[in-house]
């Protein structure tokens, strides 16, 4: 007689996901029509769509069903995106200069300073041995080395140097 296993519904999809996968894969190395890398991540999406499922299966079973549409959608947006991608099309995009995404870095950096400072400020009223000028110089010593590593960023590099406005 042999010992019934009781299948999992979950380990059979995630299984399940991961053949097809892998004959997607292989597919698109034969025909060499997709690079490596593009197949590379449109694996990743599918794991982590199965993943997803994975997750809505532990649900109630009417809830499971808008989660387990809520990750097709996202699978299906995430492989649109990559399909029009350089890693896909095998477009070369090199840096460009984006402002506003070097002003955005350079006021989150700006913000994290800010709550360290408050941080310090918090800490020297509670103790009387508190060393605040140290704290606000290690706070200060954080945002010029953030500072400097954002403006170092290829995307970054006609980027001015000088802080945004937020007025």
Not at 57 to 85: F, K, M, V
């Amino acid at each position: 007689m042999r010992p019934q296993t009781r299948s999992n519904p979950s380990t059979f999809l995630f299984t399940a996901t991961l053949a097809s996968v892998a004959m997607v894969l292989a597919a698109g190395i034969a025909r060499a029509a997709d690079p490596l890398p593009c197949q590379s991540a449109k694996l990743s999406a599918q794991v982590n769509h199965a993943r997803c499922i994975v997750r809505c299966q532990q649900r109630t079973p009417e809830r499971a069903q808008p989660c387990e549409a809520r990750c097709n959608d996202r699978l299906t947006r995430r492989l649109a995106i990559l399909q029009s991608s350089p890693v896909c099309t095998g477009v070369a995009v090199g840096p460009s200069a984006n402002n506003s995404v070097c002003d955005l870095q350079l006021l989150n950096a700006a913000w994290k300073q800010a709550k360290c400072y408050l941080r310090c400020d918090r800490l020297d009223r509670r103790s009387d041995t508190f060393n605040v000028a140290r704290c606000n110089d290690r706070c200060s010593s954080k945002f010029d080395r953030t500072r400097v590593r954002v403006l170092r960023q290829p995307i970054c590099s006609q980027h001015s140097g000088a802080m945004p406005s937020i007025n």
